[in-house]
């Protein structure tokens, strides 16, 4: 994920994120080693928890739902979009 200067302007205070922003920080939540420590956040299995969870892009459902209203969106259309997560 790539950031503009405008993206970065939208740090500033009463501006709003964007979907670069959100992207970004998402990726680095569930990439960027935690120190649990300087957080002070409870032991547990953190690294069961990366692999259980699946943080999806802000524009996951764009993306489902491009082809038509949300009502049409198949079980087949979903596979497609989540191919990537199937190990």
């Known amino acids: 994920i790539s950031l503009s200067v405008g993206d970065l302007n939208r740090l500033e205070p009463e501006e709003f994120l964007n979907d ?12 960027c080693p935690i120190e649990r420590s300087k957080f002070n956040l409870p032991d547990c299995n953190w690294e069961y928890l990366k692999e259980s969870v699946f943080v999806f892009s802000t524009h996951f459902y764009s993306k489902l739902t491009e082809r038509g209203p949300s009502s049409d969106i198949s079980q087949d259309d979903f596979k497609e979009v989540t191919r990537c997560l199937v190990a």
């Open 20 to 31: 670069d922003l959100i992207d970004m920080y998402l990726n680095f939540l569930t990439n």
